[in-house]
């Protein structure tokens, strides 16, 4: 897939969780990470990943679009979520994206996360501001933080702070999780 895009190139492969945790610390700046690995869950890596490359992006690779896999991959702080089978164009827009800050889900895996949050009962209410509402919701849409300012009329120090804010009220490390936790507690909805 990878062979004919100039943007791109394969640092290393891993067939399973025990060669990943090897190969992962040859450098990288994006891992396409399948949470469902032959020996055990992809995401576990995650810690691994964020502890040596803060600022790599990790974009969830997977075969599967079950619920309980994309909860997972989401909870676990996955920047973005595309499936296998997409055609290989998919893939690398997805990639392109996640490079731009944005947090792409195939389109399927958006229809899970729906079901699944329309069947729970909200938790314990977490008390935010409007702005703080309006900054998940534009993070919700796929918004970049350039465009989520812009949009909001506000500058990116001001974003930049109320999303520290929000990631400490969350309890989260990353856009996805932030998302993930706003629409599991019922805090923002999405059109679906």
């Known amino acids: 897939m990878l062979a004919d895009d100039k943007a791109y190139y394969l640092a290393w492969t891993a067939p399973d969780l025990v060669t990943a945790r090897i190969m992962v610390k040859q450098p990288f700046d994006l891992l396409l990470l399948n949470p469902k690995l032959p020996d055990g869950r992809g995401t576990s890596l995650l810690p691994l990943v964020r502890g040596l490359y803060p600022q790599a992006l990790v ?9 309980d896999t994309v909860l997972d991959a ?3 702080g996955v920047d973005g979520y595309v499936l296998q089978s997409s055609e290989s164009i998919v893939v690398t827009h997805a990639m392109d994206r996640v490079r731009q800050g944005e947090s792409p889900v195939s389109p399927s ?8 949050l329309r069947r729970r009962e ?15 919701q534009a993070f919700a849409r796929g918004a970049t933080y350039r465009a989520a300012a812009e949009s909001l009329q ?3 120090n001001t974003l930049s702070h109320h999303v520290k804010n929000l990631y400490r009220r969350l ?4 856009r996805g999780e932030a998302v993930a936790v706003a629409m599991q507690r019922r805090l923002i909805k999405l059109s679906c």
């Open 109 to 116: 895996v958006v229809g899970h996360l729906c079901a699944r």
């Open 122 to 136: 909200p938790d314990d209410e977490i008390q935010l501001t409007r702005r703080q509402r309006d900054v998940l």
């Open 154 to 156: 506000m500058t990116p």
């Open 59 to 67: 974009l969830a690779f997977a075969t599967a679009d079950d619920t």
């Open 74 to 76: 989401i909870e676990s």
């Open 171 to 174: 309890g989260v490390r990353s």
